[in-house]
């Protein structure tokens, strides 16, 4: 079943390429590299966010509540009508994430966002779908923004909650909200930069901390719909 329910911390970091090879060979050494980092080399991930008219969630998980939620469709890569998309609810409440998805085709998505119908898929888990229908209707969600980036993710090979991904070439748009498109828009980051975030449900390992220390890098509260958001408004 194409499910995930998980709670973890996330800490963002905004790295450059020179940051990035120093910490390459310490993520060969103490991390697995996941299965899409086909030969080193990055894979796509799209998404929808969803929002109200008025931007209501994002004008709150701006302000820095103590909770906050959102919903969005993502693929791995462009997707076709059949091909598997997930629908996600994140959450966070004091600091910690909190992630429930499940899958469907792309064309039960479309279905659904555009007429309201109820896949049939049997892969589909009803108690997730009737939180994330619960959420659309709540807030009268529709598709606002289209997110694709290319990510290179690795897991720790002592603790497996750790995770890293590392996310560049991060391009918005407002228009075609569809995954069955090939990604463009505006870049949010500059050419060498890379935002990495560091997950896990336990303490980060020490040679993560290190590495961070040496190359003095710092917490970064940088949100790929917020900024986008923020730069969408200051155009507008």
Do not use: H
């Amino acid at each position: 079943m194409a499910i995930e329910v998980f709670s973890r911390v996330e800490m963002k970091y905004m790295i450059s390429d020179s940051d990035f090879q120093s910490l390459k060979p310490l993520l060969e050494q103490n991390m697995d590299s996941d299965i899409y980092n086909q030969g080193g080399k990055t894979y796509p991930i799209y998404n929808i966010y969803f929002d109200t008219s008025s931007n209501e969630l994002i004008r709150k998980s701006l302000e820095k509540p103590v909770y906050k939620e959102k919903l969005r469709l993502r693929s791995y890569g462009k997707a076709g009508e059949g091909d598997t998309v997930y629908f996600e609810i994140k959450k966070k409440f004091d600091g910690i994430v909190y992630k429930r998805r499940t899958g469907l085709t792309l064309k039960e998505a479309e279905d659904f966002i555009k007429q309201g119908k109820k896949p049939l898929n049997p892969e589909l888990n009803e108690q997730v779908f009737k939180e994330i229908q619960d959420l659309m209707q709540r807030y009268s969600l529709e598709p606002k923004v289209v997110i694709s980036y290319d990510r290179l993710a690795y897991f720790g090979k002592n603790d497996s909650d750790f995770r890293i991904t590392l996310d560049k070439n991060i391009l918005t748009r407002r228009d075609e909200l569809t995954l069955s498109k090939d990604p463009y828009g505006k870049d949010l980051l500059k050419e060498n930069q890379w935002l990495m975030e560091a997950k896990g449900t336990n303490s980060f390992p020490l040679w993560f901390a290190r590495f961070l220390s040496q190359r003095k890098i710092n917490q970064n509260s940088f949100s790929k719909y917020g900024n986008e958001f923020v730069r969408y408004m200051s155009n507008s």
